[in-house]
């Protein structure tokens, strides 16, 4: 699978969807839960189907102004890929 492009609006596949409390936050999904915090919640959180990769890289970006761009979205291409081939999201 490739990772996804700059208009890709990633999205919880079917049968995904946000469990537990605020604090503790969950993925829920058929094979189980995963638990996420600090950015990669953040990335999953901004997973809204409305934005688009690109906007969700830029948005990292200015929060992470330190970092090196490429990097973080590299990282976040990544991180959104293996969430896919685990059937968690879709783009």
Do not use: H
């Not at 605020?22 to 999953?44: D, H, Q, S, W």
């Not at 973080?72 to 783009?91: C, H, M, N, P, T």
Request: charged content about 30%.
């Amino acid at each position: 699978m490739a990772p996804p492009g700059d208009t890709s609006q990633p999205r919880f596949a079917t049968g995904c969807r946000w469990g537990g409390t605020e604090t503790e936050r969950m993925v829920l999904f058929p094979e189980g839960a995963i638990k996420l915090e600090g950015t990669g919640r953040r990335i999953l959180e901004a997973c809204d189907g409305q934005r688009t990769f690109l906007e969700i890289v830029e948005e990292l970006q200015a929060n992470f102004s330190a970092s090196d761009p490429a990097r973080i979205r590299a990282d976040v291409g990544i991180f959104l890929e293996s969430l896919r081939e685990k059937r968690i999201i879709d783009y």
